[in-house]
């Protein structure tokens, strides 16, 4: 079964909403100041989203460890 382009994209979205509010804790946590960990934050999902939505589209390309349907 192939994924479609909108499955990846909501896979995307989704995990990168949770990443997203790990990366903002965890800065202002050890940073201490709201609007950079929010910043920090902006800059790395948009960074990460593309990075993720790339790497999973290359990977369907990839035949390995894909088993057949049978028919």
Partial sequence: ???SHFRSIIKALSWRFLATVITF????????ELK???EIGLVDTVIKLG?????????????????????
């Fill in 51 to 71: 990075v993720y939505y790339t790497h999973e589209r290359l990977w369907n390309r990839l035949s390995f460890g894909k088993i057949k349907q049978p028919e």
């Fill in 1 to 3: 079964m192939i994924e």
């Fill in 25 to 32: 804790s965890v800065s202002w946590i050890i940073i201490g």
């Fill in 36 to 38: 950079i960990a929010a």
